[in-house]
């Protein structure tokens, strides 16, 4: 190893370090970006160390040097514009693009390395081995992860889609990659062993995401994060690229992690969620009027004006409603008037408020709350029999008491205790079901007044009655 490859080892070690120390980072909403800051710049050094090293050894001609500029200037453009100009309700959809992209780059490594080799019979179970389980990964991410931003994007329903002989097939899909992995290991130059390894992973990832409820998209999502993971760790392996190997296993730890407090965040098991998901949408029958049912109370923006401005502990639960109608400026807004007049203000975070983990801290953050008023759902769920009021907007199935009630959709979820709170008011356009499909007990609670409204259009409404009474 002469010093310039010496030099990039340590440049990938440092970078290594540098992902996890990110990672730490990321833990608390006021360390995020400079974790984040941190593991960008990383890999920035990482990629820039290993075109040296290539440049170094001279393996790429002045037709790959253009290609890979071009398509390095083309990908940071791409990426640059997508994350500046989606909406914070469309993240998921552009993480689930993102996962797409990595998977599926992580199996075309491992394909060109087979189909490139100078004698593919020769190559040994080292090579062969990951590489066949990178084109799994790699492939079934690729393609699932692309159903998945569909799903959430209206492109593909978000409903179940079950055909017949579905559930069989995707049993029988894995145990032919067992066959395809044992084939190409024993086989590398098999050219049919390859291409349909690859082609049973693409349906499979298809056929793995379609039978799934919107409702469990964000656990797939980070499922599928961690699959990417897996896919760019079998790539180093192939390479023999220990950077590749780091990020990749960091990847798919957190995005296994991840997985897991959703699935637990929802009381669903991970076995149950990809063997089919429930509900779709907030499509429940719309209130009539500017009411409901008549066992459900209505009130209007001065009703709840009054009980928040001559209240000394106000709570706010957003939810998914908020982030759809983009009304975090608006709760900001009314949080802040609050603060100013002497409420204590502070603001309670499902685990899965909004799409995914962070989802709603980010929300939040756009609209300058201060970190210090956002609570989870441990830390904030004691405070709620102290609140005069508890604000919920566009928050549904996390809000259920009947979660804590057997025999129901969302039966031992973990939820905010909102109706422990001496008075609630609910910000929400119609008496929709959330993605369970069932109904909300905390609706007809007598303490429960029902703000029909759009959020952003509610929340702007009750800042100028309160307004009216602090000013």
Not at 53 to 71: E, N, S
Not at 239 to 257: F, P, Q, R
Not at 266 to 294: K, Q, Y
């Amino acid at each position: 190893m002469d010093t310039v490859e010496n030099a990039v080892h340590y440049v990938f070690l440092g970078a290594a370090a540098c992902f996890v120390l990110g990672l730490r980072l990321m833990n608390h909403p006021r360390t995020a970006r400079r974790g984040n800051t941190l593991s960008a710049a990383a890999m920035t050094v990482a990629i820039g160390a290993t075109v040296w090293l290539v440049a170094h050894q001279g393996l790429i001609t002045r037709t790959g040097w253009t290609v890979l500029i071009t398509g390095g200037l083309v990908g940071a453009s791409l990426g640059l514009w997508s994350a500046r100009s989606v909406r914070m309700t469309a993240m998921p959809q552009l993480v689930s693009l993102f996962n797409a992209v990595g998977g599926g780059a992580a199996a075309l490594i491992a394909v060109s390395d087979v189909l490139q080799a100078e004698d593919a019979a020769l190559l040994g179970a080292r090579v062969s081995l990951p590489a066949a389980l990178d084109i799994v990964i790699g492939a079934v991410t690729f393609s699932g992860s692309l159903v998945a931003a569909g799903k959430l994007q209206g492109l593909v329903s978000g409903a179940p889609v079950v055909f017949p002989g579905a559930r069989l097939l995707n049993a029988l899909l894995p145990a032919s990659f067992v066959a395809g992995t044992v084939w190409l290991v024993l086989a590398p130059d098999s050219r049919t062993a390859l291409f349909g390894l690859v082609a049973v992973a693409l349906l499979f990832g298809v056929t793995m995401v379609l039978p799934i409820g919107g409702a469990d998209m964000p656990v797939v999502i980070a499922l599928l994060n961690a699959f990417t993971g897996s896919a760019v760790a079998m790539a180093g392996f192939v390479l023999n690229e220990t950077a590749l190997i780091i990020a990749g296993m960091l990847v798919s730890s957190s995005g296994g992690i991840l997985t897991k407090l959703m699935a637990d965040a929802m009381n669903r098991s991970l076995i149950g969620i990809v063997v089919g998901g429930f509900g779709t949408a907030d499509n429940g029958p719309a209130a009539a009027g500017t009411g409901g049912p008549a066992h459900v109370r209505s009130v209007g923006a001065d009703d709840v004006a009054i009980q928040l401005a001559y209240a000394r502990k106000v709570i706010f639960v957003p939810g998914y409603g908020l982030a759809a109608a983009q009304a975090q400026h608006e709760l900001g807004d009314l949080a802040q008037l609050l603060t100013d007049h002497g409420v204590d203000v502070s603001y309670a975070v499902h685990p899965v408020a909004g799409r995914m983990p962070g989802h709603m801290n980010v929300l939040l953050a756009e609209a300058n709350v201060p970190y210090t008023q956002l609570k989870e759902m441990d830390d904030v769920n004691p405070e709620f029999p102290q609140a005069d009021v508890a604000l919920v907007i566009g928050a549904n199935d996390v809000t259920n008491p009947l979660a804590r009630k057997s025999g129901n959709a969302i039966s031992g979820m973990p939820i905010l205790d909102v109706d422990r709170a001496r008075s609630v008011v609910v910000v929400k356009r119609s008496m929709g079901h959330g993605y369970a499909g069932v109904d909300n007990e905390l609706y007809t609670d007598p303490k429960t007044g029902m703000f029909f409204a759009d959020a952003k259009q509610g929340l702007s409404d009750l800042k100028a009655a309160v307004g009216e009474f602090v000013g």
